[in-house]
């Protein structure tokens, strides 16, 4: 049975709170959670309890912006997607994840600096906060040139990376809607979609192969309400960010979770 001391148990409510505001305002931010809370709490017992977390965080936004997902950008996602899970599930009982993780972190902090860099010019500064692609109303956004345009990469590398991780599949998704300049209404919904969509299956295959303990019970127990508070704090922050703003916060977190990457391995 896991052991956990007080100060443990605070830490993983900090971080979770943390990851889960994130969440709540952009739709994804767990990434940057699961490898800090590695630190503490052992990697076979967190992927399969941050994987039921994340569906019920991402439900539970969907609530209210269930209208605003793009469908047609998440569908070009998921048949990739759905490869990629079946490779992670048969990597995840025996893959060293510490050459991934820190390969992964220099992706994430290489494109959300860029990300960010472009933001800052003055061609970033208009963007229409009624356009996405897949949606009906208003002109299409400029995309980002960025090879994470491409739907069936980042399905596939979110798919098999976040099946065999835990949350990190949601990186991989922010890319893509990133460099496609996806609103960020359309934006959260729709990483909300994805994420359940995700978590579900992996949900499944990890209660195929004996995933589910009594110690990711423990770790749930934990976690869930305070997600619920930083889901919470997320929907409050979000709706007073202008649509440049928001893509910063999106730049800012993958930079983060870069760090965190790197850092925690």
């Given at each position: 049975?896991?052991?956990l001391?007080?100060?443990?148990i605070?830490?993983?409510?900090?971080?979770?709170?943390?990851?889960y505001?994130?969440?709540g305002?952009?739709?994804?931010?767990?990434?940057?959670?699961?490898?800090?809370?590695?630190l503490?709490?052992?990697v076979?017992?967190?992927?399969?309890?941050?994987?039921?977390?994340?569906?019920?965080?991402?439900?539970?936004?969907?609530?209210?912006?269930?209208?605003?997902?793009?469908?047609?950008d998440?569908?070009?996602?998921?048949?990739?997607?759905m490869?990629?899970?079946a490779?992670?599930?048969?990597?995840?009982?025996?893959?060293?994840?510490?050459?991934?993780?820190?390969?992964?972190?220099?992706?994430t902090?290489?494109?959300?600096?860029?990300?960010?860099?472009?933001?800052?010019?003055?061609?970033?500064?208009?963007?229409?906060?009624?356009?996405?692609?897949?949606?009906a109303?208003?002109?299409p956004t400029?995309?980002?040139?960025s090879?994470?345009r491409?739907?069936r990469?980042?399905?596939?590398?979110?798919?098999?990376?976040g099946?065999?991780m835990?949350?990190?599949?949601?990186?991989?998704?922010?890319?893509?809607?990133d460099?496609?300049g996806?609103?960020?209404?359309?934006f959260?919904?729709?990483?909300?979609?994805?994420?359940?969509?995700?978590?579900?299956?992996?949900?499944?295959?990890?209660?195929?192969?004996?995933?589910?303990?009594?110690?990711?019970l423990?770790?749930?127990?934990?976690?869930v309400?305070?997600?619920?508070?930083?889901?919470?704090?997320?929907?409050?922050?979000?709706?007073?960010l202008?649509?440049?703003?928001?893509?910063?916060?999106?730049?800012?977190?993958?930079i983060?979770?870069?760090?965190?990457?790197?850092?925690?391995?």
């Amino acid at each position: 049975m896991l052991s956990l001391s007080g100060n443990e148990i605070v830490y993983i409510c900090s971080i979770t709170v943390f990851a889960y505001s994130l969440r709540g305002a952009t739709g994804f931010g767990a990434a940057a959670a699961v490898p800090l809370m590695g630190l503490v709490v052992p990697v076979k017992v967190l992927v399969p309890a941050w994987t039921v977390l994340s569906f019920f965080g991402s439900v539970t936004i969907l609530l209210r912006d269930r209208h605003n997902i793009a469908w047609a950008d998440l569908m070009r996602l998921l048949p990739s997607c759905m490869l990629g899970i079946a490779i992670g599930l048969f990597f995840f009982a025996a893959l060293d994840s510490r050459t991934l993780a820190q390969a992964l972190g220099v992706v994430t902090l290489l494109h959300g600096g860029l990300s960010l860099w472009a933001s800052m010019r003055p061609a970033d500064a208009t963007v229409s906060p009624d356009s996405t692609s897949g949606a009906a109303a208003g002109p299409p956004t400029s995309p980002r040139p960025s090879l994470w345009r491409d739907a069936r990469l980042a399905g596939l590398l979110g798919g098999a990376i976040g099946t065999t991780m835990g949350a990190l599949s949601s990186l991989f998704f922010a890319m893509y809607f990133d460099a496609i300049g996806m609103p960020k209404n359309y934006f959260r919904a729709t990483m909300s979609m994805a994420v359940v969509a995700i978590a579900f299956v992996r949900g499944l295959g990890y209660l195929a192969i004996g995933g589910y303990s009594r110690d990711v019970l423990l770790i749930l127990a934990i976690t869930v309400p305070v997600a619920l508070i930083g889901i919470f704090i997320g929907e409050r922050v979000q709706t007073g960010l202008s649509e440049l703003t928001f893509r910063r916060l999106v730049d800012v977190t993958l930079i983060t979770s870069g760090f965190a990457l790197l850092v925690a391995h």
